[in-house]
């Protein structure tokens, strides 16, 4: 099982980007998803999760601004971000919980990294 993150870039503040993180392998079932970022110096902290049934959950610092979605059919979830501001650069990861097809638990997965610059 592996994620492999997208969409990554140099936009302008005001911009938009969108994310894209994508399971694939032997995949039986996904629980949660989710965005993380890691901007230099700091912590890594999440952005944006949501549920097996599209229940959101937002960083204040982001509410408003980006949209966390998913595609279940095609293990797919998607991080819509507008407004974008410089605060937001940082390396975003996704993660997701995943049940393979040979065990019967849940474990968590992560992306390689995408890297979001905004600046003018």
């Known amino acids: 099982v592996q994620l492999q993150a997208s969409g990554g870039g140099l936009v302008q503040p005001g911009g938009s980007l969108r994310l894209s993180c994508a399971a694939s392998g032997s995949i039986f079932s996904i629980n949660d998803m989710g965005w993380y970022r890691q901007a230099p110096g700091k912590q890594r902290e999440l952005v944006a999760s949501i549920t097996s049934g599209g229940s959101t959950n937002y960083a204040d610092s982001v509410k408003g601004r980006f949209t966390i979605s998913r595609d279940n059919a095609k293990n797919t979830e998607y991080l819509q971000m507008n407004s974008l501001k410089p605060e937001d650069t940082a390396v975003y990861y996704c993660?997701?919980?995943?049940?393979?097809?040979?065990?019967?638990?849940?474990?968590?997965?992560w992306g390689q990294g995408t890297l979001v610059t905004v600046s003018s």
């Open positions: 993660n997701a919980r995943i049940r393979s097809s040979w065990t019967n638990s849940f474990a968590t997965y």
